[in-house]
Structures are given as structure tokens and as C-alpha cells.
């Protein structure tokens, strides 16, 4: 984004919908929103639950999503830079409030409901269905909050649309933070010679 006018006309194509448009935003801005997400992402504990691209991609999403309704109105690169960076900054001091505010502990947010994901076929032996069992137990320790809420709320039959509404970003945003933190917990348990992912 060399010029003032590149940039104007770069906002206006996004908030017109299109996806190329968006995907070069993206590229521009992603890795400086993730380094801010970094810098401020200090404590162990919370680093294990949350990613600097789950903010990225949630601040994104947002952002596309109030953009396509008019809501900024950015006459250059820096100030796009200040509100994505101030509603990453928020996007991170919210998550940090509601996990101090419920005491939250990986191991409480699901006591059993994940059991209830069909692993295995209907006809396990004794020996499946411990291993089933265990491997849950694995998935609820690794799982991050979000990503147990979204399973939680997919088990009771909550479709993507409505559980992006709640999040406040699209279905396929959402539905892709999931797969990619399944993705890291299969790669997790493959490394630690658990599972076969």
C-alpha cells in the first residue's frame, strides 16, 4: 500500500465484499496484529489456551464484518493499524477477564458431554471403549476454552451459523479455528506418540 489512494480504494473493494481485496488486507496486517497479540501474551498458562492467529483471526473477521457495513471510516494505512491493533488489544483483555472471572480450569469446562463424541463404532470391545475414554480425557486437557465451548455447543446440535452470530464472526471463520485447534491437539498427541493423527 504505497499510496493514500491504493489504501482508499483497497477499503472500498473490501467493504464492497470482495475476497481478493480482503486477503491482501489480510497479508498486510496479519503478522504486525499477531506480534502485538505476542508481546501482550505473557503468562504460560494462557499461552497454552490461546493463539495469537485466534485473536488475529477473530479481530479480522470482525473488522471485515463491521467494515462491509460501513462502520470505519479510515483515510489511511496507520490509522487501520491503530483500530486493529486496539480491538486486538481488547479482543486479548477480554478473554484474560473471562477466564479470571470463572476461575476457569480446562479440566472443569467439560466433565463428561466430550465422552459423548462417537470416537469409535457401535460394536467396541472393552479395550475400544477404555481407549475412547482415554483419548477423550487427552482431548478435554488439550482442548482450549474456546474450542470446548464450540464442540460443547455442536454435540447439543447448535449450528455454525448461530455459534458465529454469539462470537460475533462468520461460520467459516469460526468452523476453521476450530479444525485448526484439532488439528494442533491431533499433532500434539501424534508428537507425543498418542495417537495416530
Partial sequence: ???????????????????????KLVQGYEAQIRRVVRIRLTDPHLRRQLDSVDICQSVLGDFF???TGGQFDLATPQQLMALLVTMAKN?????VENQQA???DIRRLIQSSVDDLALTGGDETPSQIAASRELNELLRERFDPETLWITEQRIAGRSWADLAREKQTTPD??????????????????????ADA
Avoid: C, H, N, P
Avoid at 500500500?1 to 486477503?23: C, H, I, P, Y
Avoid at 479482543?91 to 478473554?95: F, I, S
Avoid at 471463520?173 to 506418540?193: F, S
Fill in 1 to 23: 500500500m504505497s499510496s493514500k489512494q491504493e489504501f482508499v480504494e483497497l477499503l472500498a473493494a473490501v467493504r464492497a465484499g470482495d475476497q481478493d481485496a480482503a486477503t
Fill in 65 to 67: 464484518q463491521r467494515a
Fill in 91 to 95: 479482543r486479548l483483555l477480554q478473554y
Fill in 102 to 104: 470463572a476461575r476457569r
Fill in 173 to 194: 471463520g469460526l468452523r476453521m479455528r476450530w479444525t485448526r485447534a484439532l488439528e494442533r491437539v491431533a499433532e500434539e498427541l501424534k508428537t507425543a506418540g498418542i
